[in-house]
């Protein structure tokens, strides 16, 4: 399984912009780069995903380096509900795989 | 439009009893895969069912068991339980070729004693 990097913990505060990094020089061609993320006493949500090129949804954007080895998901502007894990996952159905991988995930903390 | 859902929400059983989790997958969804999750740790994948057939397994021994119905809902079984099995079991829906995107329920907090 493909792995993935992640620092433990970050903190920022609200209505500042996040930047969640992540490390993957191992990736694949085919892994496409996903965000999951655990809101305390919830079960993971998806966040968002891309394969090369920068995305953006109402959650979040997801910026992917040109050599596709680091990526950063950013919260434009946090707020307290989006204190939670984040998950960085590689992901590929190439070889028939059809589950995530879960690392430990960056703890993000918002302060008021 | 009802998300995962899953039952019980709570559970405590004791080393060597047997336990059943439930779930019942979003609208619409086929596939239902299971995961394990520790405290402080991310979730680990259990096992996958799809076409009430287990498609996927992760690293979990035999006594970790599931099954799916015709209506696409799902259990997790556990024999013989250990003490090690105590964590919050996710029950994930999705539907089969997009298992990328998976919508995860609550959870069932599962301790034994």
């Known amino acids: 399984d493909a792995k993935t990097t992640q620092p433990n913990s970050m903190e920022s505060n609200e209505e500042e912009p996040v930047h969640l990094p992540c490390n993957h020089s191992t990736i694949s061609g085919t892994d496409y780069i996903h965000w999951y993320r655990q809101l305390p006493s919830q079960g993971p949500e998806y966040v968002i995903h891309g394969l090369t090129s920068n995305v953006n949804n109402r959650m979040a954007s997801l910026a992917i380096a040109e050599d596709r080895k680091s990526s950063t998901l950013i919260l434009h502007r946090a707020t307290l509900r989006d204190a939670a894990v984040y998950y960085c996952i590689l992901y590929s159905s190439f070889q028939g795989a059809q589950k995530l991988v879960f690392g430990q995930g960056t703890r993000l903390t918002i302060n008021p | 439009d009802a998300g995962v859902t899953q039952s019980p929400t709570h559970l405590i059983k004791t080393r060597g009893q047997q336990v059943t989790l439930r779930c019942s997958p979003k609208s619409g969804h086929d596939t239902v895969s299971w995961y394990q999750q520790a405290l402080g740790q991310g979730p680990q994948f259990i096992f996958q069912y799809y076409e009430e057939e287990e498609r996927q397994r992760g690293n979990f021994p035999d006594r970790f068991s599931g099954h799916q119905f015709p209506n696409y809902s799902s259990e997790l079984n556990v024999n013989a339980l250990l003490l090690g099995d105590s964590a919050l079991y996710l029950c994930?829906?999705?539907?089969?070729?997009?298992?990328?995107?998976?919508?995860f329920g609550p959870g069932t907090r599962l301790t034994v004693t």
């Open positions: 994930a829906s999705s539907l089969r070729g997009l298992v990328y995107e998976q919508y």
